[in-house]
């Protein structure tokens, strides 16, 4: 069980944009700047609460009945002493045979979303999510994307092979994978941007990178992207010529695995977390802080809460930044990674969803922290593999949010409060 420590003000907003909160029958409605958090004092996982569902004071299990959450098949209901958080309502199973290593949503403007999701090759599949204001889902097969290597590129060294065979050791073709407007953006290995124009089909390569790229954003149309050694480029798309052209370069010198943005007032800074967090001012593209990380911890994710960041390490800790850089809560490390964070307005306030490489989706109540719930999915690899776990967690809608995992399926689950 966690235990943290530290206070923090969460402050003004809630979650980034990036969280797919909006308008539409998908998405939660923006909530006003000024709802901000009274200081809630230390903040640690409360190890258990009343039951949930009113018929026995005695402590709740918060491990998520799987019965209930996979299944939707608990035979004790509301009497059930295990918590019913949430439920899965679709399972899509066997996407990629070597497990799924990435997806990302895009909002279409007849408010269903496009999903797209990739595995260990260069090839990206696609569907179209439906939803009504009754909560359900119909899913539908779109035209699938292949990524066009580059001549020098070795496919044979990413064809999956089973335990220990090269799909693994060489890892995943496609590092990073966002949409960005009517572009589908993949980061490849290569340090090539592969770039889809959804409504045409066609698509380009950027060369910028000589490692892979792990993580790209967009700061008022200019799309940045950054490298596993730590380069940062910016990038813009000129009309006239419909190419996407480097304008500026920084080197940060360390290992980098994402991005953020993030807004004080009229201070705008980008935050580029792995080895170290660096904290760059966007104005002159400098960096104008470094925080230096305990020894064997490493940022793999970001999520942006009010005016605060909160990073995810892989040595399982949770840790929470103010603006400037300040530490002011963290947890004690678990015994897997972080691999995926989400934020959504569920379970009566603000959560966040946490995904491990053990498969394990943990639910957590912001601003105090306190322990929802757990569930173990994902947790088995693909046949003749033991690699399993959660490899995202993307939120799609006021109630429902999907998982993706290196067992290769996705799973989508609504909220049951």
Known sequence: MYRGRGSYNRGHGFFDSSSGQNDGVWYAPDMDDDQGYRNHGHMGYSSGYGNRHGHSNKPTNLTVCRHHALLDKCRYGAKCAYSHLFKRVMNMMDIFRGGICSCTVKRASDQSLDLFACGYGPSIKRWKLYGDAGGNIKLSSGSNLVIPMPENYDSSANRFGGRGGPGYNSGPV?????????????????GHICVHHLPSGNSTMLDGHKHPVKSITVIDGIVLSVCESGKINLW???????????????LTETRVNCLLEVKQDAARTLWAGGSTINIIELGSLSIAKTIQLPHGAIVRCFKLYGNHVIAGFTDGSVRIYNHLGDEVFATEGQRAAITALEGMEAAGGDSLLIGYKSGLLMAVQLPSFNLLGELSCHFEGPKNSSKGGISSV?????????????DGNISIFTWDT
């Open 174 to 190: 496609i590092h990073s994978l966002v949409c960005i407007e009517d572009f589908l953006f993949s980061g490849l290995k290569t």
């Open 236 to 250: 813009t798309f000129d009309n006239s010529t419909g190419a996407f052209n480097c304008v500026n370069s920084l």
């Open 394 to 406: 993307i939120s799609l809608g006021p109630k429902h949010f999907m998982t993706s995992g290196y």
